[in-house]
């Protein structure tokens, strides 16, 4: 097995040769056919994980995830099918300005408990022609394994390097890949906040870190809360992890006591969904009576994603207030807001620091989207983060590249 500086080595080494294949869609297709035909093997690595999870005390939320179901499988290799049709962002010409888009280069995906990451990743990294290593948790281990097996097989079918596609030698210590600057370009780390949090303190790599929940959407005084219920709960179902999933909600002061806003606080309850707010919000609802005598529990983590049934409510004034509490708390990778009024929309559209903002409607993240909107993403980045401003929104093949200016006399 190579050492960790070996692996890398190769990795970084394998880039050049990769920078001349031109046949890059039918390399995708090979790998899916390949994937699809061994299906069951995966399957069944997968279930040898899941049987050493429950002898390591996993929490149910990653056990959820790591759970790789026939359908979830095949959902990521219909993302290997999606990137094959796409057009190639690397440009050998120049735009007018000069500019041309290149691979990144090596990239480290190091990620928690959901298997079909690694197979979505190695498709966008090889549609752009990058190198990629792999570190999963010890969750995912025989998946992982399985997983890669079958891809790197593919890789010497078209002249390439099994190099492109490696896994982390065990036994590396997380914190000694994260600081190989010389032979690794951009870490993505994928997983809990908490998680997350901690690779990105200890890279010296750039980093495009993947956020997940603690969305907020505002709620105007003309927004509609037969809309907002469904956006809610269209927000929060898991592919199976809650990227996009709406967990604070805003609503403006003139809302409070009407028989619409109580009744949605009840249709929340009955969907399963654990309510807590602010004092305004529970003063509001303390002497309504049975059900609403303790139906709302109090709130103080308002910039913490919950990745459970929780939502938290937050009365303001005015949508300046929202505004300036969404950029304070929100992870800052998708907010919304539900108004008639143009010029409350283009506000909100203009300050809310966030990669992606919704007026009116609300798109749930899936890795594969076959529609006007979004194509196959990873994840996705916040605008706040560290490394998130050089691909806020979707990490999708453009983010793994990077530009260069190219001067013609």
Aim: with cysteine.
């Amino acid at each position: 097995m190579l050492d960790l500086t070996a692996c890398l080595a190769s990795a970084f080494n394998s880039v050049p040769e990769f920078s001349k294949f031109t046949n890059h869609a039918q390399l995708l297709r090979t790998a899916a056919d390949a994937l699809k035909t061994y299906r069951l093997d995966i399957l069944e690595a997968n279930t040898l994980d899941l049987e050493a999870s429950r002898e390591m005390s996993i929490p149910d939320l990653i056990t959820g995830w790591l759970k790789l179901t026939p359908d979830r499988l095949q959902a990521a290799i219909d993302c290997l099918y999606e990137l094959a049709d796409l057009p190639s962002p690397i440009s050998q010409r120049s735009s007018p300005s000069g500019y041309r888009r290149i691979p990144v280069g090596t990239v480290a995906l190091v990620y928690e408990a959901i298997p079909e990451l690694s197979i979505v990743a190695a498709g966008m990294c090889w549609k752009v022609g990058n190198a990629l290593l792999l570190r999963g948790g010890s969750e995912v281990s025989q998946t992982q394994q399985a997983i890669v097996n079958i891809l790197q097989e593919v890789l010497p079918k078209y002249g390439l390097p099994r190099a492109l596609l490696q896994e982390v030698p065990k036994g590396t210590a997380i914190k000694d890949l994260l600081t190989q600057d010389k032979y690794l370009r951009l870490v993505i780390p994928y997983g809990r906040p908490s998680y997350v949090q901690q690779i990105m303190k200890q890279t010296t790599v750039a980093v495009l870190p993947a956020a997940m929940g603690n969305c907020y959407l505002y709620i105007a005084p003309t927004g509609n809360l037969d809309k907002a219920l469904s956006i809610i709960l269209d927000s929060r179902v898991r592919f199976p992890d809650p990227v996009s999933a709406i967990e604070k909600v805003i609503i403006h002061r003139s809302w409070l006591g009407s028989q619409d806003f109580l009744r949605l606080l009840l249709q929340l309850q009955q969907k399963g969904i654990a309510l807590r707010g602010c004092e305004i919000i529970r003063a509001t609802t303390w002497n309504l009576g049975d059900p609403f005598d303790n139906l709302i529990k109090e709130e103080t983590k308002w910039q913490e994603a919950y990745l459970d049934n929780t939502l938290a409510i937050k009365v303001v004034d005015e949508l300046e207030e929202a505004i300036a509490w969404i950029n304070q708390n929100s992870s800052g990778h998708c907010d919304g807001i539900l108004t008639d009024s143009l010029r409350e929309s283009q506000i909100f559209a203009s300050q809310v620091n966030s990669g992606i903002v919704y007026i009116n409607h609300f798109i749930p993240f899936k890795r594969s989207h076959q529609n006007a909107y979004f194509s196959v993403a990873l994840g996705m980045s916040s605008i706040k983060a560290r490394g998130g401003s050089r691909s806020p929104g979707l990490i999708d093949v453009e983010a793994l590249t990077l530009t260069k200016r190219v001067f013609v006399d």
